[in-house]
């Protein structure tokens, strides 16, 4: 995989974020890059607190941090939350796939921030609290 791009732009417009599927905001700074492998071409758009989160996951422990996916990195977020952020919380529930996930309806817009915290915190990202 090569990468043709890679910026940090400001949302002229409402995006998608290929992380965590939430809308950047029209004003909101915003990761982008742009890829090619073999024959195909794509953009990857994403909250500059998703890349962080992505960053404390995957590329401080993965070689293979390019090969990641959404999937995976739902399922990071999902077990980090479960374990150091909110163990006790009644909306947890057991799934064959996961070890747990999050019966809230908004889950991400819920519980990113206190994931990012919780990251900020532990210091395995910088930023502000």
Not at 1 to 8: A, H, I, N, R, S
Not at 42 to 66: G, M, N, R, T
Not at 100 to 114: A, F, M, Q, T, Y
Request: hydrophobic share 25%.
């Amino acid at each position: 995989m090569d990468t043709l791009t890679d910026e940090t732009r400001k949302a002229s417009k409402q995006h998608r974020c290929n992380w965590c599927g939430n809308i950047i905001q029209k004003g909101e700074k915003y990761r982008h890059s742009v890829h090619v492998d073999g024959g195909d071409m794509w953009s990857f758009k994403s909250h500059l607190k998703c890349d962080q989160i992505f960053d404390a996951f995957y590329k401080v422990d993965h070689p293979y941090w390019e090969e990641c996916t959404p999937e995976y990195f739902e399922e990071s977020a999902i077990e980090y939350l479960r374990q150091h952020v909110c163990p006790s919380c009644p909306l947890w529930t057991k799934t064959e796939d996961y070890h747990g996930e999050c019966g809230s309806p908004n889950w991400w817009r819920d519980c990113i921030d206190k994931l990012y915290c919780a990251l900020v915190k532990d210091r395995k990202i910088e930023g502000e609290l």
